[in-house]
Nanobody, 120 residues
Framework: VQLQASGGGLVKAGDSLRLSCVASGRSFSSYGVGWFRQAPGKEREFVASITWDGGRKYYKNSVKGRFTISRDNAKNTVYLQMNSLKPEDTAVYYC??????????????WGQGTLVTVSS
């Protein structure tokens, strides 16, 4: 499975962005998918994950109520809708497939990352 993340950009605090993770590979629809982020000088951290069928979703506490993960298996795409963005959301965002865990080592496949910058 190959993953391509996109949708990042420079926005102001309070704005919204939608990230997309497009996958190639016929088995993508059977995988859980997660979004992670890494801010400058910090470790990569879990943001959200979704089961293969979209039936269960998990979020980092600090993004609950602001971020929504979803997927469209017909399009081999997972989305991360980010609303009410804050400067502390600034990071490179990565999508990963193969698990729904919060630990990055549980994921077998990774995209290249897309940069989100939130100005105050």
């Amino acid at each position: 499975v190959q993953l391509q993340a996109s949708g990042g950009g420079l926005v102001k605090a309070g704005d919204s962005l939608r990230l997309s993770c497009v996958a190639s590979g016929r088995s993508f629809s059977s995988y859980g998918v997660g979004w992670f982020r890494q801010a400058p000088g910090k470790e990569r951290e879990f943001v959200a994950s979704i089961t293969w069928d979209g039936g269960r979703k998990y979020y980092k506490n600090s993004v609950k109520g602001r971020f929504t993960i979803s997927r469209d298996n017909a399009k081999n795409t997972v989305y991360l809708q980010m609303n009410s963005l804050k400067p502390e959301d600034t990071a490179v965002y990565y999508c990963a497939a193969g698990s729904i865990a919060t630990a990055s080592y549980e994921y077998a496949y990774w995209g290249q990352g897309t940069l989100v910058t939130v100005s105050s």
